[in-house]
T-cell receptor
Framework: DVKVTQSSRYLVKRTGEKVFLECVQDMDHENMFWYRQDPGLGLRLIYF???????EKGDIPEGYSVSREKKERFSLILESASTNQTSMYLC??????????????FGPGTRLTVT | GDSVTQMEGPVTLSEEAFLTINCTYT??????LFWYVQYPGEGLQLLLKATKADDKGSNKGFEATYRKETTSFHLEKGSVQVSDSAVYFCALSDHRDDKIIFGKGTRLHILP
């Protein structure tokens, strides 16, 4: 079974803190994704990586950065957390270079609260 | 650009009722279409998919048919169960890259 794990299920941080969200997949997938999920807005893509050290901005990259030093690990970084970044963050992975033909596998999500 | 529109929820039904969740899409070319489901406290998981016109995807009693003429991919189930309570996302891939475009999700509540 494909497994995508996220480092925390729940996280509470203070405004201005630097926040790291970690994601690990065990299926040797090329692609990894970070989304945020908010009521009424659905899933919005923050960043996408199609290979080690490669990244591409999604629809809402402002205030976020990412790191992919190893194929199995994709980190989302909030340089200076703000209250409007309170959200559910979902990581996903998929096989690369298929034109999206195959599914994305999701982790359980991290619910981040910034106070 | 490409997009997915699905009916707003929440949808509330009694157990054993017939379910339809509408989904329409806008895309150039011939996208692949997906339904994902998110159970409470979990991430999304693929429910079913269809890759070309007139294909029917099915899984766990759910079905959806890729209708190119109406640009639709409606999700149906003949008899829902309490355990089907979840959020359902319609999605498409336009094959230009490996990204998937998701609808906003429809929350389904099934009453016993």
């Amino acid at each position: 079974d494909v497994k995508v794990t996220q480092s925390s299920r729940y996280l509470v941080k203070r405004t201005g803190e630097k926040v790291f969200l970690e994601c690990v997949q065990d299926m040797d997938h090329e692609n990894m994704f970070w989304y945020r999920q908010d009521p009424g807005l659905g899933l919005r893509l923050i960043y996408f990586s199609y290979d080690v050290k490669m990244k591409e901005k999604g629809d809402i990259p402002e205030g976020y950065s990412v790191s992919r030093e190893k194929k199995e690990r994709f980190s989302l970084i909030l340089e200076s957390a703000s209250t409007n970044q309170t959200s559910m963050y979902l990581c996903a992975s998929s096989l690369g270079w298929t034109g999206g033909l195959y599914e994305q596998y999701f982790g359980p999500g991290t619910r981040l609260t910034v106070t | 650009g490409d997009s997915v529109t699905q009916m707003e929820g929440p949808v509330t039904l009694s157990e054993e009722a017939f379910l339809t969740i509408n989904c329409t899409y806008t895309a150039t070319g011939y996208p692949s279409l997906f339904w994902y489901v998110q159970y409470p406290g979990e991430g999304l998981q693929l429910l079913l998919k269809a890759t070309k016109a007139d294909d029917k995807g099915s899984n766990k009693g759910f079905e959806a048919t890729y209708r190119k003429e109406t640009t639709s991919f409606h999700l149906e189930k003949g008899s829902v169960q309490v355990s089907d309570s979840a959020v359902y996302f319609c999605a498409l891939s336009d094959h230009r890259d490996d990204k998937i475009i998701f609808g906003k999700g429809t929350r389904l509540h099934i009453l016993p």
